[in-house]
């Protein structure tokens, strides 16, 4: 399919974090010949809210594309193991983790940086898109105004939030409100990377992390009332540990998907099509999406460079992501059990898996 309007493309992706960033460098090198556009509205000030950790299946990912990390990825420090606390039944546990501590934003903007020269990137938000005959219709807006695009099909990467997913499909059923603060670093003892389950304030866990000069505390909450809930959690973490966070340097926010069900996985219809979190792809047990993300991105792009009509693409790449819905769809058992406090305390009580003795009463 080739096309002469410069405003009009093959494929428009919205979204550049890691699922529209791996789907475009992948298919630019297997297509060439598509004219693909990439919209994302992210910015040093606006880098998605994230604890930047870089699990084992993510690390497995970027070995399977033969990349490495460039150092400049990396935060301070690397961690080990996660402690887990249960700040109403008083318990604290340990457990060996191998991820990476990374600087979300410098992760995002090197994958960015590995896209081909043939793909046009436009730095812009996407406000409307539009079904016009056989082309969709895409309005941006940016610092230079408003500028309007047409593409034979649109890939909505565009996150826990998707305009691509709210226009055209079911909303996620269940969405928590992600809220992280960070903190200078002063060093006072808080947990290296905890993670945190209180429920009083959330049905869902929260967490801190060390990042450079930084710690952050964030959690997932339900949407009414999250602000309340969060500082409530906040204020129990403190008494608990016995140690203040500090002066606030900075607040992000943003939906956080949480799939429950089959049908909350949702990978496009006609030409429209959905990946990483936008399509549900993220762990509803420990918000863990970068290697979903980046997985629905490689499937997508295999399933394009065959050539074939949308409808083709579709039914390839829903087939081909089935293990991935079910693996998900799994954790959200793991999470029932993980957040259900009766089953957490037999599970934190028995030691099975720690690496440290059963500490009561902290
Ligand atoms: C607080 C928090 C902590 C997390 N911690 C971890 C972690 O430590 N490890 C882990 O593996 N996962 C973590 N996750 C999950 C992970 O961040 C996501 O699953 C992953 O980023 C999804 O990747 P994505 O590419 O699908 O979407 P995103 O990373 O959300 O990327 C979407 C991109 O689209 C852009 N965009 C959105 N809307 C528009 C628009 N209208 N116009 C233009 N551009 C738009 C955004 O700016 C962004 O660049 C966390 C999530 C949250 C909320």
Not at 257 to 271: A, I, V
Request: aromatic fraction near 10%.
């Amino acid at each position: 399919m080739e096309t002469k309007n410069n405003n009009v493309y093959d494929i428009a992706v919205i979204g550049a974090g890691p699922a529209g960033s791996v789907f475009v460098f992948e298919l630019a090198k297997a297509r060439p010949e598509l004219k693909i556009l990439l919209i994302d509205g992210q910015s040093k000030e606006s880098a998605k809210p994230c604890g930047g950790l870089l699990a084992p299946d993510a690390q497995k990912l970027l070995a399977r594309f033969d990349l490495v990390l460039p150092k400049s990825v990396l935060e301070d420090p690397q961690i080990f193991a996660v402690e887990t606390i249960d700040i109403d039944q008083k318990f604290v546990r340990y457990y060996q983790r191998y991820y990476l501590n990374m600087d979300r934003y410098a992760f995002d903007s090197w994958l960015l940086s590995l896209i081909p020269k043939n793909v046009d990137v436009i730095g812009a938000r996407c406000k409307e898109i539009k079904k016009d005959g056989e082309l969709y219709r895409i309005s941006v807006k940016n610092a230079d105004g408003e500028i309007t695009f047409s593409s034979s099909a649109i890939v909505g990467a565009d996150g826990g939030g998707s305009i691509v997913r709210r226009t055209f499909f079911e909303p996620m059923k269940v969405q928590y409100v992600a809220i992280q603060e960070w903190y200078e670093n002063r060093g006072q003892r808080l947990p290296y990377y905890s993670c945190i389950f209180d429920a009083k304030t959330s049905d869902s866990c929260s967490w801190t992390i060390h990042k450079g000069n930084y710690v952050v505390f964030g959690g997932a909450f339900r949407r009414e009332g999250c602000r309340e809930a969060f500082a409530e959690q906040k204020s129990r973490l403190e008494a608990f540990l016995g140690n203040s966070f500090g002066e606030v340097k900075k607040t992000e926010a943003c939906l956080v998907s949480s799939p429950r069900r089959m049908r909350d996985f949702k990978t496009g219809e006609g030409s429209v099509f959905l990946l990483g979190e936008a399509a549900g792809f993220i762990s509803p047990s420990s918000f863990e999406g970068l290697s979903s993300a980046m997985y629905s991105g490689k499937l997508l792009a295999d399933a394009f460079a065959k050539g074939a009509p949308h409808e083709k693409v579709q039914k390839l790449y829903r087939k081909e992501t089935r293990s991935l819905r079910l693996k998900l769809r799994i954790k959200s058992v793991k999470r029932a059990i993980l957040c259900n406090p009766f089953t957490r305390k037999i599970i934190m009580k028995s030691g099975i898996q720690s690496i440290s003795p059963y500490t009561k009463n902290k």
